[in-house]
């Protein structure tokens, strides 16, 4: 259907269309730029593309797959790292993070106890008036 039907037939007898389960193919120039499909039918197509995304990095696997495994540990060492060092690491970087988060829920906190004093402040002003 070409875009000038698809616009004379409107968004409603499209819709329609769609609900009945008929695909409309929209074409400019001769060429298809669009679909008007249930959404149902939608679904159905995104879970077979995912589906087969799924199959092709098993079939990928499956063909690259030499049987060999590498130790965690050995990987460690082959990319130039220490295990220790690296749980040191990781450590500092979690304590650091930790304390990150306290002084930021201090912060916050100490914003609310500064608004309050404010409030007060200011109702005690209210009542002098």
Same mark, same amino acid.
């Given at each position: 259907?070409?875009? %000038? #039907? ?9 819709? #329609? ?19 008007? *499909? ?16 799924? #199959? ?6 499956? /063909? ?7 130790? /965690?540990?050995?990987? *460690?060492? #082959? ?12 450590? %500092?970087? /979690? ?10 829920? /201090? ?12 409030? *007060? ?9």
């Amino acid at each position: 259907m070409s875009v %000038t #039907a698809a616009g004379a037939r409107g968004v409603a007898g499209l819709v #329609a269309d769609a609900e009945r389960g008929e695909d409309t193919i929209i074409e400019r120039h001769g060429r298809a730029v669009a679909a008007v *499909i249930s959404f149902q039918h939608f679904a159905e197509l995104n879970n077979l593309r995912v589906d087969l995304t799924a #199959a092709g990095l098993v079939l990928a696997r499956e /063909l690259t797959d030499t049987g060999r495994r590498t130790d /965690l540990d050995d990987a *460690i060492v #082959a990319f130039g790292f220490d295990r220790a060092d690296l749980e040191t690491e990781l450590e %500092t970087d /979690l304590e650091t993070e930790r304390e990150t988060e306290a002084e930021v829920e /201090l912060e916050a906190e100490a914003e609310v106890d500064a608004d309050i004093d404010i409030d *007060i402040a200011a109702g005690r002003e209210d009542s002098r008036a």
